[in-house]
């Protein structure tokens, strides 16, 4: 017997209209402008960056922001168990 369930398991976690990784871009980049930048501009570039990510990212697929940052090599970003592969050595008497 199926039941109905209220929650949906598979969506994205969303604020607003960006997924939660973009926000969280977003923020750090406010965070790191203030020390740099005063908090008129770093909150202009903040909501540049937000602007920016719901055009570009219109039409695209949820997560895609997270695996281009996954593609570039994004400083200090790895996805989650994803390893880079190994060389094994053959040899018969290995």
Known sequence: MWKKCRS???EPVM???WEWEEV???FGVFLVGQFLFGPVVSTGIAGVILGAT???K???PAGAV???MHRVRF???RL????PAQPHPYGPWR
């Open 24 to 26: 969280g871009l977003a």
């Open 15 to 17: 604020i607003l209209v």
């Open 80 to 83: 989650p168990g994803v390893l």
């Open 8 to 10: 949906v398991f598979d």
């Open 66 to 68: 997270v695996h281009w």
């Open 54 to 56: 719901y055009f570009l």
């Open 58 to 60: 219109k039409g695209q």
């Open 75 to 77: 400083p200090f970003f």
